[in-house]
Antibody, heavy 122, light 111 residues
Framework: EVQLAESGGGSVQPGRSLRLSCAAS????????MHWVRQSPGKGLEWVAG????????VYADSVKGRFTISRDNAKNSLYMEMTSLRPEDTALYYC???????????????WGQGTLVTVSS | FMLTQPLSVSESPGKTVIISCAGG????????VHWYRQRPGRAPTAVIF?????PSGVPDRFSGSIDSSSNSASLTIFGLKTEDEADYFC???????????FGGGTRLTVL
């Protein structure tokens, strides 16, 4: 059974940084691409960033490009996201998601963790 | 590239409901459509992938389809149960920007 456990969320002031982590288990982590998807309170889903199994292909949503960095450590079965220059509009529940293919593309669909909440407010 | 869903639908237990997902600015026939259910306070889970395939454990009451002529996809739920009450999201791929896109979500009420 796929298990994804996010951590690292919290409350921060605008302009500060935060690092999210995701511990994966129940599947061969290094066989699959991984992503972060967020959901603002009471709102819909927004894809944020994705990374291929070998970290060669990395893509970001325009809303976070240049501020967020996705990475993975296959030896530790872990996914990360470094978030800098945080804005109030980044406030959301951040989900770690497992892709169903090795390189993100047309066939990408997601298995989801439970999420970690990030609140950006002064 | 946008995916447009109705805000809400409602139907009675035992009936059938169809939730639509219209693709604007992209060709859904080439980018796959997937569907997720999100119960209140819970993470989304996939109910349909690759237009019409069901993940393990999803009952065959759930069915997906695509209409290339209208560039839209649909999720059909047969024999509605109260436990089907949830938000449903469609998802596809923007092949120009290499991004993944979700519809705004449809709240299903079973009453």
């Amino acid at each position: 059974e796929v298990q994804l456990a996010e951590s690292g969320g919290g409350s921060v002031q605008p302009g500060r940084s935060l690092r999210l982590s995701c511990a994966a288990s129940g599947f061969a982590f290094d066989d699959y691409a991984m992503h972060w998807v967020r959901q603002s309170p009471g709102k819909g889903l927004e894809w944020v960033a994705g990374i291929s199994w070998n970290s060669v292909k990395i893509v970001y949503a325009d809303s976070v490009k240049g501020r967020f960095t996705i990475s993975r450590d296959n030896a530790k079965n872990s996914l990360y996201m470094e978030m800098t220059s945080l804005r109030p509009e980044d406030t959301a529940l951040y989900y770690c998601t497992k892709d169903n293919i090795a390189v993100p593309g047309t066939g990408t669909w997601f298995d989801w963790g439970q999420g970690t909440l990030v609140t950006v407010s002064s | 590239f946008m995916l447009t869903q109705p805000l809400s639908v409602s139907e009675s237990p035992g009936k059938t409901v169809i939730i639509s997902c219209a693709g604007g600015g992209g060709n859904l026939a080439t980018t796959f459509v997937h569907w997720y259910r999100q119960r209140p306070g819970r993470a989304p889970t996939a109910v349909i992938f690759d237009y019409n395939r069901r993940p393990s454990g999803v009952p065959d009451r759930f069915s997906g389809s695509i209409d290339s002529s209208s560039n839209s996809a649909s999720l059909t739920i047969f024999g509605l149960k109260t436990e089907d009450e949830a938000d449903y999201f469609c998802q596809s791929y923007d092949s120009v920007k290499h991004h993944w896109v979700f519809g705004g979500g449809t709240r299903l009420t079973v009453l």
